[in-house]
């Protein structure tokens, strides 16, 4: 195996200097010499599991043409759909490539089967991409852009040893002439930093570094990159991205995202150069807002996804199987069983992340990759287990966040409820039953916070109190969580309220019932309607864009009408299913996901 041997650049910067070191790859993630302890975790059945989603998907991959013709940007895109067939095609090639190069490398076989798609698809890219070289980079552009340039570092630093030179030399040199042009763009003060978008820069910044740690020593513009790179985290990135109670303040689904970029960089950085940004900010990876948020679990063969399904607020996309990743790395990270228990929740987790997201004329299906990293940051010796004392409610106060949350235990179908900026989801017996209707989660159409918003928790009773939101004629709300299993909801209103919810229940007089004996009955105020159908969640973009979303979902709606300017709600679960403690055996199956 090659070594490639060189001397790193001294940091400018307090008393830090890069080691000097002999390199090889693979090294972004593991060496060689680890391989042999990865793959001893197919012998646990949660890594067996994990694994074998891994390769039902780079099978699926291995099935998929390989990108011929590059996308150029187009002047006019009045809906943004250049700007999304370019997006999603960037994210389509970046899921695809990784995928397949990290299940090859990770196989350790010579004669794996996955070697041949993955070196195609690595060429194919960079000879597609390479033109943005010459496409004059923007905000939108390095969106994307730089995930492809990510992906197809993580190829060459994967398949290395098994391409020949000249192939090494192309995927190379598409990577440094994009790169490049991309170090000049974060020359600008703000690119990633103070006045640039949080979410984009925590997007941005990490590929340009794995970029470079990847050519450290076969190109001599990469270590710029990772200078630069680290720059942006230690200057801006680490300590401003999330906010202080540990989300994104314009949705915590743009935690999941920060996270699994910030993650990757970190952690390449730690392997390759010794740095350990992680110990320099000790709180740059928090996860309140997955112990608060996440309320359901998800199957291994799910085909399309919905919003809420498993995530409060969360869009399709960003529902458990977007979140589990990141857990899994956190639940090692810091060896925390919770972050286990609730990743595992996702048996799907090693999968390829699909959506129904695809541009309505090229086609372009926006995919994600987290599947191979879940398997490399999976740690066995961390038991899924609910430690005890661990917080059942969450408040996040920022003004842009204002977001609250209770939950009754940490077991699969428990009660969970979220309030947003006054909107409210009410998780109970595994699916949402009450969805406000009041789009506090629209960030292109942000809502004003409401007033007074309080937690408050003594174990075995829990409130959130607001007032407010004045749009929907709401004063004073109140949610009163009884453990176990009964949520009572107390509105001052003047108006009806419409709500949406998942599943078939019957109608029973003033009351819903599920058909596992899950209750929604309005004690004050009366059910007007319901309407089948009502709601129908077909993606589309703000601009006016409809997707070729796949399966559109239709949701019933129903509207409430209060007696005397008040609205009371009850929602209880069946007494049977109202349990406490761990359920590991739910969770240490054997069982296979399936890519549709």
């Known amino acids: 195996m090659p070594i490639l041997s060189f001397v790193l650049t001294a940091w400018v910067g307090p008393s830090f200097a890069y080691p000097v070191e002999e390199f090889q790859h693979p090294r972004l993630f593991f060496v060689a010499e680890e391989l042999d302890q990865l793959q001893q975790k197919r012998e646990t059945n949660l890594g067996q599991r994990i694994w074998s989603n891994v390769v039902e998907s780079a099978r699926w991959c291995s099935q998929q043409t390989p990108r011929q013709e590059w996308i ?27 995928h397949l ?34 496409n004059p980079p923007d905000a939108s552009k390095a969106y994307a852009v730089l995930r492809v340039m990510k992906a197809l570092a993580v190829a060459y630093d994967s398949l290395y040893n098994r391409l020949d030179e000249s192939q090494r030399a192309e995927i190379r040199d598409a990577v440094v002439s994009v790169g490049q042009s991309y170090y000049v763009f974060f020359q600008e003060a703000s690119t990633a930093g103070e006045g640039y978008n949080k979410h984009h820069g925590s997007v941005d910044a990490p590929p340009l570094g794995i970029m470079g740690l990847a050519l450290l020593g076969d190109a001599p513009e990469a270590q710029g990159w990772v200078d630069i790179a680290v720059d942006k985290h230690v200057d801006y990135l680490l300590s401003h991205a999330l906010t202080p109670s540990g989300t994104n303040e314009q949705s915590s689904n743009f935690w999941a995202s920060t996270m699994q970029y910030r993650i990757c960089f970190l952690e390449a950085l730690r392997r390759v150069t010794g740095r350990e940004l ?64 609730l990743a595992m929740w996702d048996k799907s987790l090693g999968s390829i992340q699909r959506t129904r997201y695809i541009t309505p004329q090229m086609k372009e299906e926006l995919l994600f990759c987290w599947g191979p990293y879940s398997y490399i940051w999976y740690d066995p010796s961390v038991k899924p287990d609910i430690e005890p004392h ?58 004003q916070s409401v007033n007074d918003l309080m937690v408050a928790d003594n174990g075995s009773e829990a409130m959130i109190r607001c007032v407010g939101p004045e749009f929907a004629t709401l004063k004073e709300q109140q949610i009163v969580l009884i453990r176990p299993g009964r949520l009572t909801i107390t509105r001052e ?63 019933p709606v129903l509207t409430a009408k209060p007696e005397d300017g008040k609205m009371v709600l009850r929602i209880e679960l069946p007494a049977d299913s109202q349990r406490t403690g761990a359920r590991q055996e739910e969770y240490d199956g054997t069982d296979v996901g399936l890519l549709r």
């Open 493 to 555: 209103v003047t108006e009806s309220l419409s709500w949406t919810y998942h599943g078939d229940p019957r109608r029973e007089e003033n009351s819903l019932v599920w058909p596992d004996g899950t209750r929604l009955t309005l004690d004050r105020g009366w059910i007007a309607e319901i309407e089948k159908d009502a709601h129908r969640d077909a993606k589309a973009h703000y601009a006016g864009m409809q997707y070729a979303d796949p399966h559109p979902f239709s949701y």
């Open 101 to 134: 190069a990290l299940t090859s490398l990770l196989s350790g076989q010579a004669d794996e089967e996955f070697f041949p798609a993955a070196r195609d698809w690595a060429l194919a890219a960079a000879k597609a991409w390479r033109h943005e070289a010459d």
């Open 72 to 98: 150029p940007t187009l002047d006019d895109d009045p809906q943004y759909e250049n700007l999304y067939d370019r997006f999603y095609a960037a994210m389509h090639d970046t899921a695809i490539v990784e």
């Open 278 to 341: 992680a110990k320099e900010f000790p709180r740059c990876y928090p996860g309140r807002i997955a112990m608060a948020a996440i309320a359901a679990g998800q199957s291994a063969d799910i085909e399309f996804n919905e919003d809420n399904r498993a995530v409060l607020f969360g869009p399709s996309y960003g529902q458990i199987n977007y979140w589990s990743p990141v857990l899994t790395f956190l639940a090692g990270a810091q060896q925390r069983p919770l972050y286990q228990h």
């Open 390 to 447: 661990m917080p059942l409610s969450f408040l996040f106060p920022e003004s842009e966040v204002n977001e609250a949350y209770m939950r009754d235990s940490y077991q699969p179908g428990g009660i969970v409820v979220g309030m947003k900026k006054g909107g409210i989801i009410v998780h109970a017996g595994g699916r949402p039953v009450l969805i406000d209707q009041l789009g506090v989660a629209d960030i292109n159409n942000v809502k």
